[in-house]
Structure formats: C-alpha cells, structure tokens
DNA sequence: CGTCAGGTTGATGCCATTCAACTTAGGTGG
DNA sequence: CCACCTAAGTTGAATGGCATCAACCTGACG
C-alpha cells in the first residue's frame, strides 16, 4: 500500500528560519513527498545498502544519531525529531563517524545529493533557512557537550527533556503541557551518558517533585519555567539571532 | 609598529579540504591579511565591543570556545588551533551562546559578513571546502559529547591529546613527536568535564606509562600507536571521505 | 625577594556505577 | 482467554571513580 508522506513538520520547522515563500514551499514539499522511505523501530538509517546517500529529513517518528566504542559503551549526540533535518552537514564527512538508528517507526525522506544542490540553487531562501537550522544544530551539539561535561545528573536529565520538550513544540507536535515521549529509560541514558539504574532513580525524583510525569510514552511537563530552573536552562542555544539586519 | 599577517596556516589547513588554485590562495590570503587583528593572553574574543562581527580566522596562537553555567562551571567545547576557522556556521545564532577567549597571545581575522560572502561567491572551490571544514568541525564536536558522555577519565585526557597532536599536526605544527602545548591543566579539565586535582593524577598517569611526556609548554607522543589504543581514539573523524565522486 | 599562577599531594566523602534480582506491561501462540 | 515470553522498568546493596578541600611546592617575573 501507498503511505501517504507529509512533509508538512520539515516544512513547518524550517520556516521558522526563513520567509518561505509558497513556491519554496511547494517545491521542498514535491521533492520530499517524492522520496520518502519507510523503517520499523530499532533499525538502522543509512547503513551501506541504501547506496549513495543523500540527505535526510525525518517526516514523523523519533531517530538519534550516536557513535560507539570498541567496547560497546555507546553515546547518543543527538536526537532527530519530525521535521529536522538529519545531517546537512554531513556528506563528505567519513560515514563511520557515526551511525543513525530509529526509536520509533520512521518516515523520511532522502533526497539525491544532485537533486538537493539544484533545489538550494533555485531557491536560495530555502538554502538560507537551512543553514540556520545547520547553526542551531551546532549550537545544539555545544550544548550536549555542556551537558555531560559540567550538569549533575538531576540537570541533566531535566535538561535533556526540556530540550526535547521545546523541540517538538517548535514542530507543532505537543499539545498543552504534554507530549509523546517513546524513549526507553535506556535511551535516556545513552544520552546522557548516565546508567539507567541511575536514570531511572533521577527520574523518581523529578516525578516526586512534580517537574515531570512521565508514564506510557507520554511526558507531561506541568511547569516549564520549574523544569528550566531545575535544568539550569537557558534558551538563547535552541533559537537564531534576533532579526538579522544582513542580506 | 606594523605586524606580519601571516595565513599561511589557514591556506595549509583549507587546502586538505578542496584543491585550492593559486588565485583562491591569493584571494583568500589578501582578505585574511587585510582585516588581521591582535590579542594577547586570556582575552575574550567577540565581545560586544567588536560591533557587527564577521568570519573569523586563527592565525596563529590558541583559543577557546566555551560555555558556562550561571554558578561557574565552565565548559570548553572547541578548541582553536592556528589555521582554523572559528565558526562559518556562527552568524545567526544568539551570540550569547557561547564565548570565545584566548589561551596564547593570537593574531586572527575577522573578515566582514559581506567581504566573505563575496569572497564565497567569487571563488566556489572555497566555499565548497570551507562546507567541509565545517563538516569536520560538527564530526569532532560530536565525538566530544562522546568523550565527556563515555570516556575513563584516563581514556579522555589521552583522546583529548591525541586530537590536539593530530589536529596541529595537520597545520604543520608539529615537529617529529613534539608540539607546543600552551594549556594549563585547569584548561584540559574545563574542557574533559574533570576536576583540575584529577587531571593532574591522570597526567601522571599518563607521563608514567610512557604515553606522553609534557613538561614546560612542550608535549611529545613518543608512540602515537599506543596513545590512541589507550584512548580509543578513531580518526575517522577528523578527516574527509576518501574522494567523492560527485562533484 | 616577594608574589602569584600553575602544579602537586593527601585525606575524605559523595555521586554514580555495577551487579543482581524482581516486577510490570505488552504481545503472541496455543 | 489464559500461559508464556520478552522488553522495559524498578529496587537494594556494595563498590569505586572522581570531586572536594586544604595544604604545600615550584618557577617565572617584576
């Protein structure tokens, strides 16, 4: 049967890095819906046999790129939401640098190399909005750096679903103060470079002290401003500068 | 009195990442060399004062990124070696994200937003290997979640080493199994997420195995090899795929 | 020769890991 | 519809890696 691909969350993050106009819009939009893929949970993204690769954008569903040591010990550096981008970046870059795995059933999208350049020449806007989102992913990446090198980890933890949290809604995807949250406690803790014991017992607290309630795969986030505190967030990482006079 | 300009270091280091003809060389150089500027040891670097800020380029010395928590702690996450960019990616994002400062006396560039994007535009080899010096930048910053998420303390002062040997030996700074090594420790602990008593034992560590020798500001690897076994350091990351057929 | 930044050392304690068992929930086949 | 199975979550106890605190040492420099 013929999924039904929506672009709409891409299209919807990615304007808040630009004025898309509704031809950038509709041109993005053919492209994606044009290659859409399918994977399962827990399964590989661009491993060898995918051919060449292109670049990626997840539709719906939760992914996370990470890198392993010999030894097994396995770090998450960073988490794909519907709507991001996978790896603008990427391409030229050795593609055992890291690999990309599903947490949920994932739709997306993987636009030939050629293809995408020539869309980017077409449309410089979308080109300029996606290298926004290039820099909010740096930014992102700085971030996770702190958070495992400096944050306890109770701030750590809350900082991590914050982030999340304010992820999704930038792609329409909560409602209220609540969420979907498919994560294992194991993914959670891949992330954080915590063990899930530990994860599971910083969680208890956070539940305790009413930041979070997390059941199901449903997080609930009743005060924001609390969890922020707690996290020793600051948002200025997750946004682009103020408008930019420039070109 | 007038200083000496010197790019070279970052003509060396672009020209791993694209191959660059004598005219980009020219150009990139006469721009470089035009907007040079001077700081002296421990200094921030774009700061408020600086006004509308613009590309920068490491000349030479050492410098800093990094990101604090409002009770002090403090986290490197980038490290600038001479004949690195500072940050293509940076323009956009809220400068309050993260900070720049010296670790040396440097001389950078700081070429204006719209002199570079000209440049860019004038001379694509360049644009297309600064897109993958970039890439690199993003590789390594993800295997430095990675080391603070993952690694011993003893594994990660060892990874950090061997990236900085590489990584200046790519500038053409090293000399045999030597390098300058202008980092006090309380640097390599803000930037491993250790204390600075524990780095301290760690080195020693190190220097007893035979690892490294540092003393003064001068570090030797004499066994490359061994260093990153103990490490469990892959250079896959800091360097570009083999030869992309694409173009 | 005093001063100060950087480096070194020892003692103590906590945060987080590890190991191991047990519970719960969801899914599947008989 | 229940019995089984497996992944995920939870709990307790013991261990240890690394932080913290507080001295003390060293060398560079004015």
């Known amino acids: 049967m013929k999924v039904k691909f929506d672009a709409a969350p891409v299209l919807r993050k990615l304007s808040r890095y630009g004025d898309l106009r509704e031809e950038d819009l509709r041109a993005l939009r053919s492209l994606l ?11 590989q993204i661009g491993a060898c046999e995918d051919g060449p690769c292109g670049i990626r ?21 960073a988490f794909l ?14 593609p055992t640098d890291s690999a990309m795995a599903t947490l949920t059933p994932v739709v997306f999208s993987e636009v030939p190399q050629g293809r ?49 949290f304010l992820r999704l809604n930038q792609a329409g995807l909560t409602s209220g103060i609540t969420c ?6 194991c993914d ?34 009743p005060n924001l401003q609390r969890l922020q505190s707690a996290a020793l967030f600051d948002t200025a990482y997750l946004y682009p500068a103020a408008a930019d006079a420039r070109a």
Request: aromatic fraction near 8%; include cysteine; hydrophobic fraction near 40%.
């Open 33 to 43: 819906e044009e290659f859409g893929r399918l994977r399962g949970t827990r399964e």
């Open 57 to 77: 954008f997840v539709l719906s569903g939760w992914a996370c790129r990470y890198k392993s040591l010999e030894d097994g010990r396995r770090q998450i550096v």
């Open 81 to 94: 939401l519907p709507g991001e981008v996978c790896d603008v970046c990427h391409s030229g870059i050795s």
């Open 116 to 164: 995408f350049e020539a869309l980017l020449h077409d449309f410089p806007t979308i080109a300029r909005a996606l290298w926004r989102e290039t820099a909010i992913d740096m930014s992102i990446q700085r971030e996770w750096t702190l958070n495992v090198g400096q944050r306890h980890a109770y701030e750590r933890l809350a900082h991590l679903l914050c982030e999340i």
């Open 180 to 185: 979907e949250f498919p994560m294992t406690q």
């Open 188 to 221: 959670l803790a891949d992330a954080t470079g915590l063990s899930v014991v530990h994860v599971n017992r910083t969680l208890q607290e956070l539940r305790s002290e009413n930041l979070i309630s997390l059941q199901g795969k449903t997080l609930s986030v």
